[in-house]
């Protein structure tokens, strides 16, 4: 079992996965998606998942966030050791420690904004007024406040995104895990939600991992781990530099306490 330590970074690891190997049975053929991965993640530290079609990048994401299961190995995201939690405590854990962003939005093409954004304050039993006031700041805060009662389908794509990553805000958790969240965006409004994402990491202190084949999208990150066949080939860290020299990121000022603009 995974003992909590320390990284080798300043920050106390959140996130610690051990030998992990998935394996799935296609027919009468094993397919082994992660063969062996260690990985360890500071709290606080926002991590771009790369590697080709196949490499095993989603099925880690997967394995981290408590939507799968390892065939075998150790995970450990926030205190929780996920190997000893039933379907019922993954989804308790799911819930409180992580927001989960996907690149088809998933969402409910018969509900508002606010609606779609509130929904887990649904599931929660959360009084109305509390949950729709609260997803009334976020989609306000990501810059959706004049598309409250909009639904869906008359958003544009970057609109429904921002929409998503205000519901995985809901319930606050700590980590945020986004699978290719630009795939369906053209570049401009991907580098938009990108600097939102690096924002959430940088200004609210969130753990951010990205499954991403864009190199921009890795350009974000504080460090890229790329996966081939199902191993860690590459692990290094990057430094970002403040204003527009270095990655061309331009993070808000330190005072700045509301996302950055569309």
Known sequence: MIEPGSSNGSAPPIIIG???HKIFTLGDQQVHALNGVDITVPQGQFIAIMGPSGSGKSTLLYLLGG??????GDILVAGRYLNTLGSEGLADFRRATVGFIFQAFHLVPTLTALENVALPGVFAGMARDLREERAIRLLAALGMADRLDHRPWQLS?????RVAIARALFNDPPVIMADEPTGALDSKTGQTVMKLLRWLCTRQGKTVLVV???SNV??????VVKLM???ITQDHRRRLKR???GNGIHLPPAEKEVMPDA
């Open 157 to 161: 794509g970057g609109q429904q995104q």
């Open 218 to 223: 890795a350009g974000y990150a504080d460090r």
């Open 243 to 245: 204003g527009r020299s």
């Open 67 to 72: 939507l799968d299961r390892p065939t075998l």
């Open 229 to 231: 066949d199902g191993v």
């Open 212 to 214: 991403t084949h864009d």
């Open 18 to 20: 051990r030998d992990l």
